[in-house]
């Protein structure tokens, strides 16, 4: 079956503008996971949701970051006056709801502030 | 805060040697887990290791978990250019808790 899925890819955008990045997480997974990962850093927990609900979102660095999942599946990450240093790669993962369920990463999103 | 420091941060060794990577903390793990993560994808996970002391071998590959549960190794017996990457521990600090603490990383490039 598919694995996770992030769009884009890629993005550019310029300083202090709005930006949403989407995952679609592997089919029957209700817990996900974004994550931060700056150049040469490993990733950075943001924000967990078990099912529609963030179940811990103590990662998230301030409130200008945002993430829903309203129907249980596909989640998007909103960034608001986005700034230089929130230039990263963005990791979606996705797992099953068992305690120690491997969590499948994408292939991220590579964001860059202009 | 809570950190695993990974070292060395670089390592370019030629192919067909043997390596060792660590991953360290100042505090006790419930399980940790290794990742290998290559270039514009995400981290793949290699194993985890759950018990003190525990250790776990997948193919040329060997991972040990420290007693205290506060320290792993990865071993990498004839490197070959495929093993080539970024080399990532991981941990949650309590049992139930899904958050992934990650490591620093280790660049691993064997040459050929």
Do not use: M
Request: glycine content about 12%.
């Amino acid at each position: 079956g598919a694995g996770v899925s992030q769009t884009p890819s890629n993005k550019v955008t310029e300083k202090g503008k709005y930006v949403e990045l989407r995952c679609d997480p592997i089919s029957g997974h209700t817990a996900l996971y974004w994550y931060r990962q700056s150049l040469g850093q490993g990733p950075e927990f943001l924000i967990y949701f078990q099912g529609t609900g963030a179940a811990d979102d103590s990662g998230l660095p301030n409130d200008r970051f945002f993430a829903v999942r309203p129907e249980g599946s596909v989640s998007t990450l909103k960034i608001q006056r986005t700034e230089r240093g929130d230039s990263a790669v963005y990791l979606c993962a996705s797992s099953l709801s068992l305690a120690g369920a491997t969590q499948y990463f994408g292939p991220g999103t590579r964001l860059t502030v202009l | 805060t809570q950190l695993l420091e990974q070292s060395p941060q670089f390592l370019s060794i030629q192919e067909g040697e043997n390596l060792t990577v660590y991953c360290n903390s100042s505090s006790v793990f419930s399980s940790l887990q290794w990742y290998r993560q290559e270039p514009g994808e995400g981290p793949v996970l290699l194993v985890t290791v759950v018990t003190g002391g525990e250790v776990k071998k997948l193919k040329r590959l060997t991972f040990q978990f420290g007693d205290a549960r506060k320290d792993s190794s990865l071993h990498i017996t004839a490197a070959q250019p495929g093993d080539t990457g970024l080399y990532l521990c991981a941990g949650p600090f309590n049992f139930g808790n899904e958050k992934l603490t990650f490591g620093t990383g280790t660049r691993l490039t064997i040459i050929p």
